[in-house]
């Protein structure tokens, strides 16, 4: 056919392949032949309700088996509270960079024995465990918006880390396609979103989701702004700003990119701008520290299990932050809310910054890694 | 109550046993009840012959050595035993044997694979030339496939000849590994869903045209010959859930895969 002749020998995906298997096979030694099995098979769809739509699929979708994991949490969530106190093992690097940045760890106890608030205006449904059923496409509602949003279920939980307060402003600085602002305007508690994403037909692709969910009086320019900035100058452009700030920053995409051979951030090409991703993600971090009001709270985020593009980009923001704009920033502990969805992830043991979901072919969402900031000046 | 048909032996003492009664079964060794199974399964067969044929069938069978209660778990695993005819059973058994299944091996396919007698002997030989000329097992590879695993005959041809593919291209298996591990007892899926979790897991490769891997692969016997368990804990350590749902998708895929082959062979047709 008429690939053939353009086909290289060895594809993007074959690259990412034997890159992930010579880096995770170190970062996650044992887990990696169980992640790398969930990461080359079919993943897994949470439905994200629309609480905007007129005609509620709940119901519906319910009926088909399955069931909203963040309303449906088990009761006995609580209980952690009792582990914690007991002493729950942290990972010793926390002591090793707490020297070099403001890591505390008393700090991260009081957030953990604070009661998990979350919106309970955010629905997610998935199909239980094990179950493999697939999600049918969203309808739309007699006035055209779509009752659900087929996402990864794991990429709710940065949005339910950022834990949006009444009357909010928050920034979503890397925002297309859309998911998880779709998520964020669930609360409905925002007083003002910035949605930001650098590129622009991807911003395009943005408009259309948020004009396929949410009804037009809500999309006012009081209520958003949608812009096309590079999100690294935000700093120059509104500092200390915003109550919360989503860092959802682009990364190698790692299920992406051991599936799809088209725009494959591991094609030879881009290698330069794969190799780069890390001081890409650290400025656009640094800039949502920056846009973050004192005492705002700031999640980062990505798809990625690449230390180097995760727990390293944490640190080094954490320390640039300080050195450049003498900012303070704080670890915010997400123990209580991956405690509360074990039952539906699977998160990494034992990560000495931030949390992991790991793909499992029981549970086959993610790879998702969080890890939440609180500006302290 | 007297049977039918009593034996003469004063009027005929030359003639052997000709028609089947419940003491020539008795006679020759079944038990009452298991004569009167066969009795009852024959007397309900069609045709005018039937008592005769299964006549020459039970003493074919006996002449190999079989006892009565293999002999009967043969004929219930494969009524249509009892149909053959004499000659045609000397044939099929005469190729067997051509094809070196010696006193032994021989017994041990017709007990485990009846069927294989009632199949024509063209379509024995069929198999036979498939496996020496496609897949280039020599004669004595050929004979230890059908001594361990003759429902190879009963294959699909088109089956066959992918499952061979499958485990020659994509796993790298030589011929006389195929035959250790009796390739051929195990459906195309199993074999299938037990190496691709393996190579998705990052523990099988497909060795280079050199025939070199940079990791070692586990051996094909050990893949398949383990019980579900016992690969899952030796070979793949992974937990029986993780196979479970592996198992579902695979499915899924390759169903989705041959619907999507079909449609371009469609395709190509214009
Ligand atoms: C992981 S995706 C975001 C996914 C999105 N948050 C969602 O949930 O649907 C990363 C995005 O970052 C954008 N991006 C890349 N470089 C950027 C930059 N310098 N500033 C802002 N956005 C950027 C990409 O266009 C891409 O859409």
Redesign the pocket.
């Known amino acids: 056919g008429k690939w053939a002749t353009t086909q290289p020998k060895s594809p993007p995906t074959s690259l990412a392949l034997q890159y992930m298997d010579a880096t995770y096979s170190l970062q996650l030694g044992q887990q990696w032949p169980s992640v790398r099995v969930s990461l080359l098979c079919e993943k897994k769809y949470g439905a994200l309700l629309n609480n905007f739509s007129h005609e509620s699929a709940l119901a519906d979708l319910q009926a088909q088996g399955c069931m909203d994991f963040i309303g449906h949490t088990d009761q006995d969530a609580q209980p952690f509270l009792d582990e914690a106190s007991g002493g729950e093992p942290e990972g010793s690097m926390e002591q090793e960079i707490s020297s070099s940045v403001s890591l505390n760890k008393s700090d991260s106890v009081d957030e953990e024995l604070s009661p998990l608030q979350l919106s309970p205006n955010i629905k997610c449904l998935v199909f239980p465990r094990g179950d493999i059923t697939r999600f049918k496409a969203a309808r739309p509602d007699g006035f055209g918006l779509l009752s659900y949003y087929l ?1 990864d279920a794991a ?1 709710v939980l940065p949005c339910l880390a950022l834990n949006v307060q009444q009357g909010d402003s928050v920034l ?12 964020l305007l669930q609360t409905q508690t925002i007083r003002f979103l910035c949605v ?4 622009v037909s ?2 395009m692709r ?1 408009r259309k ?1 948020l004009h396929s969910y949410i009804p037009k009086e809500l999309l006012t320019n009081d209520r958003i702004r949608i812009t ?7 700093g120059e452009i509104e500092r200390n700003t915003f109550d919360r700030v ?1 860092v ?4 190698t ?1 790692d299920r992406h990119s051991l599936m799809e051979d088209d725009n494959n951030i591991f094609k030879k090409s881009r290698t330069s701008e794969r190799r780069q991703l890390p001081q ?1 993600q650290t ?2 971090l640094l ?1 949502g520290v920056e846009a973050a009001c004192p005492g705002g709270e700031i999640v980062y ?3 990625s299990l690449s230390q180097l593009q995760n727990q390293c980009v944490v640190e080094q923001a954490i320390h640039l932050a300080r050195e450049r704009h003498g900012i303070h920033l704080q670890v915010v502990s997400l123990r209580p809310l991956t405690h509360t969805f074990r039952k539906t992830f699977h998160f990494a043991p034992d990560l000495h910054l931030g949390e992991m979901v790991l793909p499992h072919l029981a549970a086959n969402f993610g790879p998702i890694y969080m890890c939440k900031l609180r500006r302290l000046n | 109550q007297s049977a039918p048909h009593n034996h003469k032996p004063a009027a005929f003492p030359r003639q052997p046993v000709t028609e089947l009664s419940r003491c020539a079964l008795l006679d020759m060794g079944f038990t009452d009840i298991q004569a009167e199974e066969v009795y009852e399964t024959v007397s309900k067969a069609k045709g005018a012959n039937a008592s005769k044929h299964a006549l020459s069938t039970l003493t074919a069978l006996f002449v190999l050595g079989l006892n009565p209660s293999t002999v009967l778990k043969m004929l219930q695993k494969s009524p249509e035993l009892y149909g053959v005819k004499d000659s045609q059973l000397h044939q099929r058994i005469g190729n067997l044997r051509k094809l070196g299944l010696v006193e032994g091996s021989l017994q041990r396919v017709v007990v485990h694979h009846p069927q294989i007698l009632t199949m024509p002997v063209k379509r024995i030989k069929n198999v036979v030339i498939f496996l020496r000329e496609k897949c280039m097992f020599t004669g004595q590879q050929v004979t230890d496939i059908l001594r361990d695993s003759p429902a190879v005959v009963e294959e699909n041809p088109a089956q066959l000849e992918y499952k061979f593919q499958y485990v020659y291209f994509r796993m790298g298996v030589k011929q006389a590994e195929m035959v250790k591990s009796r390739l051929f007892r195990f459906t195309l899926d199993e074999v299938r869903s037990r190496h691709c979790f393996l190579e998705r897991r990052g523990q099988y490769q497909t060795p280079d045209k050199k025939g070199q891997t940079i990791i070692i692969n586990p051996k094909l016997n050990d893949i398949l010959c383990a019980d579900q368990a016992a690969y899952l804990t030796d070979i793949a350590k992974a937990s029986a859930e993780e196979y479970d749902v592996f198992q579902k998708l695979m499915v899924r895929e390759w169903k989705e895969e041959d619907q999507r082959q079909s449609y371009t062979e469609d395709d190509s047709d214009d």
């Open positions: 996402m990429s979503d600085l890397c925002a297309a396609p859309g998911g998880k602002t779709l998520a930001n994403d650098a590129s991807r911003t943005l989701v096309s900035f590079d999100g690294t100058k935000w989503l959802d920053v682009p990364c995409t890409l400025e656009l800039a985020s990505t798809c």
